[in-house]
């Protein structure tokens, strides 16, 4: 990598994260070459690389996501 590499933590219903890695998979990349793609298209277009075609209302709202807690090692 150039420069500094940071990390994330992305609250993930399992089946999707399923999914989305098969994909991945498939074009021969990693969940995290497949994120860092993604995230390079929403900075280039300023916006989403695709037309939503799933509605927010299908979506898991943040309050119902089960995030376990996370603490840096000092």
Request: hydrophobic content about 40%; charged content about 25%.
């Amino acid at each position: 990598f150039v420069g500094r590499s940071e990390q994330i933590l992305v609250g993930m219903e399992s089946e999707i994260m399923e999914q989305a890695g098969k994909v991945f998979d498939d074009m021969g990349m990693t969940m995290s070459e497949g994120s860092r793609t993604f995230l390079r298209e929403v900075i280039a277009r300023r916006d989403l690389p695709f037309e939503p075609t799933v509605p927010i209302s299908q979506t898991v709202p943040k309050n119902q996501l089960h995030i376990p807690e996370f603490t840096a090692a000092d």
